[in-house]
């Protein structure tokens, strides 16, 4: 026991530390250096309604995103449906499933699209359109494991398959996601060491470049334009640049401020270090209302990248039910509210099924 707190007391000392050097800002600031930006955007109704200060709270199956890691305390199996109307008409979905097995872990696959709908094809010299249409659509396809290695740490990790196409032309890619989730005994409102604070830690999308291929890219040339004779309609084709994909490295903590039998107040805090913007900050808080028979009720609010530069992002808020059901299953309904600044507003609908 006494080898555990002293850890944990290291931990917590490195957790510190990391958050005061990420409040420094990364020079140069490299916004729009990177592809397939969909996997940043935050999926789930409870993280973006605690405005995605949501890595040490991820222990649910929206943690597939948030932090594998949180896949460890699901006891049932789960399955989650996430819609997200995106800007200018775009849709996001979410799809996935999670299967605990005792002794073993938790084992989750999920599917993300974001559709960019039907467009027209318009070029300099029919800018109103050639009658011709394209749609875009990026997917990724996770599958996870997390399971706990002791009563105070849990582990796990993700490899995803990403995919790009924008008419004719795709684009894939590979990466991973590793996280870590610590209970430790300080700060609980009871003196039980698992309600005390909660350290979450994650990197998400470390993997493959992207570097988009397809017949768009194919283009007749004349080599030489003033001589006769030669291959006046030679095939030729431009090589796109590679891209990175997100990168994003995680740190938070979370802690109950009040832990009774039927009510429980949650504040939690990320720090964010990506490889495409500033570093930034993320706080949120939840209300928890517990009712016998019925169920639980949720209230959630937040406010997302604190610090960032030149953010558009601001407050968040969410409400959230689990409904307690006949043959020991349950139905969760969730909905989130985002601000994005000149960019509008963001709405997350969620809905959840424990059996």
């Not at 020079?27 to 949501?54: H, K, S």
Request: glycine share 10%; proline share 3%.
């Amino acid at each position: 026991m006494r080898r555990n707190n002293h850890m944990i007391n290291i931990l917590f000392a490195i957790l510190v530390t990391c958050i005061s050097c990420n409040l420094l800002a990364q020079e140069p600031i490299r916004v729009g250096t990177t592809t397939a930006n969909f996997l940043e955007i935050g999926y789930g109704t409870a993280g973006c309604g605690m405005g995605d200060a949501y890595v040490s709270m991820a222990k649910d199956l929206s943690a597939i995103y948030w932090n594998p890691a949180g896949l460890a305390y699901l006891k049932k199996q789960q399955a989650l449906f996430v819609y997200q109307p995106w800007f200018v008409d775009s849709q996001l979905m979410l799809s996935s499933v999670g299967f605990n097995i005792p002794t073993i872990g938790t084992f989750a696959i999920s599917m993300v699209g974001l559709n960019f709908g039907t467009m027209d094809v318009t070029t300099l010299a029919q800018q109103e359109g050639t009658g011709e249409k394209f749609n875009a659509v990026d997917q990724s396809f996770v599958i996870s494991y997390g399971r706990k290695l002791g009563t105070w740490f849990a582990t796990g990790a993700s490899l995803k398959s990403i995919s790009s196409q924008v008419w004719h032309l795709r684009a894939s890619a590979f990466a991973f996601d590793l996280g870590v989730l610590i209970n430790t005994p300080f700060f609980s409102p009871t003196g039980n060491p698992r309600e005390g604070l909660t350290i979450g830690m994650s990197i998400s999308n470390y993997g493959t470049k992207m570097s988009y291929d397809g017949m768009d890219l194919l283009f007749p040339i004349d080599i030489l334009q003033e001589e006769d004779g030669n291959y006046a309609y030679a095939e030729g084709k431009f090589a796109l640049q590679e891209w990175d994909l997100p990168l994003i490295f995680r740190l938070g903590i979370s802690v109950n401020l009040i832990y009774t039998d039927y009510h429980q107040i949650t504040v939690s805090t990320d720090a964010l270090h990506p490889n495409n913007n500033s570093e930034s900050v993320n706080i949120g808080a939840q209300y928890l209302m517990r009712i016998p028979t019925f169920g639980k009720l949720y209230a959630r609010c937040g406010y997302k990248a604190l610090f960032m530069d030149k953010s558009e992002y601001g407050p968040t808020v969410g409400f959230g039910v689990r409904l307690n059901t006949l043959f020991n299953t349950g139905i969760d309904l969730g909905y989130a509210y985002r601000s994005m600044g000149i960019l509008g507003n963001s709405e997350s609908i969620g809905i959840g099924i424990s059996f």
